[in-house]
């Protein structure tokens, strides 16, 4: 009977080491083959400042988040290349049911999405439990603010049922043009109505880069307003 070579274990949260290396762990593709499955930038081919700086504030928040008796279901907007969904679940495994990365399709994101999470697998720098927890899901903003479905309903796709009834939502550094600032907030106040209806307690934690467009800022955080959302901000150590 054969068996599936060990893989190497997640990094000890206790070690005094740099996590670099933890942050590199993942294949993550390279520039000719995002050219061969993208037909546009996506912003997929890189991981961002802001997924590593949500990572370390998840981290910080994992007694909170992931040490429950119940294991909870992630739904993260704007999954890119999958290094935040491949570095949560192998970390907390044990903790996540599910962890829902979504991007569009137009452009082959969904596409690369996948790639760069299969190649992972292949390359046994994610389990078979882990890569099973994570699901790569079509998710257009456009489609989630014009459709009426306010209530879990019997007439959901395939896609749309496994994402009902996630715990939080997460994403990071999503705000980088006009359309951004006003559909992001739409779309997270919709999905918190319909996505964490049973939970009830549902909440958005987003890692935003302030002051890269300081005016896309103040209309974000208006917007989030309007849509009757309540933010907090926390602000990493040494920053403005």
Not at 7 to 21: G, I, K, V, Y
Not at 108 to 127: F, H, I, Q, T, Y
Request: aromatic share 10%.
């Amino acid at each position: 009977m054969s068996s599936e070579p060990p893989l190497p274990p997640p990094p000890n949260d206790d070690d005094d080491d740099d996590d670099s290396d933890d942050d590199n762990y993942f294949y993550l593709g390279d520039a000719a083959l995002y050219m061969q499955t993208t037909t546009f930038n996506t912003t997929g081919q890189k991981r961002w400042d802001a997924a590593v700086a949500l990572k370390d504030f998840l981290c910080s928040k994992s007694e909170e988040l992931f040490s429950g008796t119940k294991r909870v279901r992630v739904l993260e907007l704007g999954s890119g290349n999958g290094w935040l969904a491949m570095t949560i679940v192998r970390k907390f495994c044990d903790s996540i049911d599910a962890f829902h990365a979504t991007e569009m399709e137009a452009g082959g994101a969904l596409d690369w999405l996948n790639l760069v999470l299969d190649s992972n697998r292949e390359k046994r720098k994610l389990s078979s439990k882990e890569r099973e927890k994570i699901y790569a899901t079509s998710l257009d903003w456009n489609e989630v603010i014009l459709s009426d479905k306010e209530e879990v309903k019997d007439d959901y796709d395939e896609n749309d049922a496994q994402m009902i009834d996630v715990d939080f939502l997460l994403g990071s550094d999503l705000v980088y043009d006009e359309s951004g600032v006003k559909i992001l907030p739409r779309v997270i106040a919709k999905l918190l109505r319909t996505r964490c209806r049973k939970t009830k307690s549902g909440f958005m934690l987003y890692a935003h880069t302030k002051h890269r467009y300081d005016g896309m800022d103040v209309d974000f955080f208006e917007n989030l307003e309007k849509e009757g959302l309540v933010w907090e901000e926390v602000r990493k150590s040494g920053t403005k």
